[in-house]
């Protein structure tokens, strides 16, 4: 059974529920915006009708003011943070991996819930929560491999070539499916020698799966 994703992430203005936060941050942007925008406009008149520049320096207030904003936008920075993680099309791509591959674990937890006599959204929104450490450890597990895999190829002299023609078909206005595409198709006849029949390393292989059993 596909269980629909659970919608933790809710927004303030509507209470419309969304799965990922970055999608919650799209909502808000395109449907409220212009809301919010007004509003700030019909402040900003308000408080210049209010408030000249010499009651504003002389407004005790004001400082205080000043102080609350600055330590409000310290503790949005974390949040900050985190959209722009969920901006990155790798972080999003290894999340909907990650959610794929424990998606048989929530829907069992799913139809526990429903059986305990949960309402639908409700039991979504228990699974989801549930199995979120299973979710963060598939991710992870992805990173993980994705930084071996880097810390092995980054001082590589093929793969700086590769990577600095890639930037450059980007650059050239080639969009990322497109210029990897090119790119590999260009270069793959340089791993040729990887794939010859090495017949030691065969044995060696047969050797050690041997030693398995």
């Known amino acids: 059974m596909n269980v629909p994703a659970a919608k933790p992430h809710r927004c303030s203005l509507c209470e419309r529920g969304f799965t990922r936060r970055f999608d919650l941050r ?13 509003q700030e406009e019909g402040d900003s008149e308000v408080d210049d009708m209010d408030l000249d520049d010499s009651q504003v320096n002389d407004n005790p207030e004001s400082e205080a003011s000043e102080v609350y904003e600055s330590e409000s936008e310290e503790e949005s920075s974390g949040e900050e ?13 290894w999340y909907a991996q990650a959610m794929e591959t424990t998606e048989e674990m929530r829907a069992e937890k799913y139809e526990k819930y429903i059986a305990e006599g949960l309402d639908p959204e409700q039991a979504k ?17 992805q990173f993980t491999t994705f930084l071996w895999s880097f810390a092995h190829l980054k001082d590589d002299d093929l793969y700086q070539e590769i990577t600095d023609e890639l930037e450059d078909k ?13 790119v ?9 020698g990887l794939f010859l029949y090495d017949e030691d390393a065969d044995e060696e292989m047969e050797a050690d799966d041997e030693d398995s059993v």
Do not use: C, P
Request: charged share 40%; net charge negative.
């Open 184 to 192: 590999v198709a260009k270069y793959q006849a340089k791993f040729d």
């Open 81 to 93: 943070i985190s959209d722009e993680l969920e901006d990155n099309a790798t972080y999003r791509e």
């Open 26 to 38: 799209r909502h808000e942007k395109i449907v409220h915006q212009e809301e919010e925008s007004e």
């Open 170 to 182: 980007m650059d050239y206005g080639a969009d990322i499916h497109t210029a990897i595409k090119r």
């Open 125 to 141: 929104e228990k699974a989801y929560m549930k199995t979120l450490w299973a979710v963060k450890r598939a991710f992870f597990n």
